[in-house]
């Protein structure tokens, strides 16, 4: 079991499997409180980047960007959250930050092949109701696959555990769950 307070950082590109690792750890230890860093991206597009949208129609916010999250109001959940629960964060920018690194007890990257990870990504989308498949791998071409080389796989060497995003999540969420408690000793 978790103590009050502990973080746990879970990192890794687009489809890697970080939420279905959060999802099984919060299962194993319901006192863990998750906190998804995709509810904390700037609600204005002019207070994060932007780019330009594929079709010429105008700037929308760069969601493969670390500048486009709203930083302070997710330290602020995570802060609030910690003061009575241990807490899982996850997301793709959940090892870019030193504000979070530095409040960490274990940082886990899961490493999934970009080719499992698109298709993952393209799955959830088609599913949700994304009709343009084309469209979909135009945007992973143009800003999702660079970001990812710029921003996110760099964060791998700040990970305490690296995980493969191919394993069962069971086993997945077995080594981080024993690392976790290791941690915190």
Do not use: W
Not at 61 to 71: C, E
Not at 153 to 170: I, K
């Amino acid at each position: 079991m978790a103590r009050v307070g502990a973080l746990l950082l879970i990192g890794g590109g687009a489809g890697a499997g970080k939420s279905e690792l959060a999802k099984g750890l919060a299962a194993a230890e319901p006192e863990l409180a998750v906190v998804h860093l995709d509810d904390f991206y700037h609600s204005d597009p002019d207070a994060g980047v932007t780019v330009e949208k594929l079709d010429g129609t105008g700037r929308v916010l760069d969601r493969a960007h670390p500048g486009s999250l709203d930083l302070a109001r997710a330290l602020a959940a995570v802060d609030r959250a910690r003061a009575s629960r241990p807490v899982v964060v996850e997301g793709v920018f959940a090892l870019c930050f030193p504000e979070l690194r530095e409040r960490a007890d274990l940082s886990v990257y899961v490493d999934t092949p970009d080719d499992v990870r698109l298709a993952r990504k393209m799955l959830r989308k088609l599913a949700s109701g994304e009709p343009d498949p084309a469209l979909m791998l135009r945007n992973h071409l143009h800003f999702s696959r660079p970001r990812h080389a710029a921003h996110i796989a760099p964060t791998r060497r700040h990970a305490d555990l690296v995980l493969d995003g191919l394993e069962p999540v069971p086993g997945l969420v077995a080594a981080t769950a024993a690392a976790f408690a290791a941690a915190q000793r």
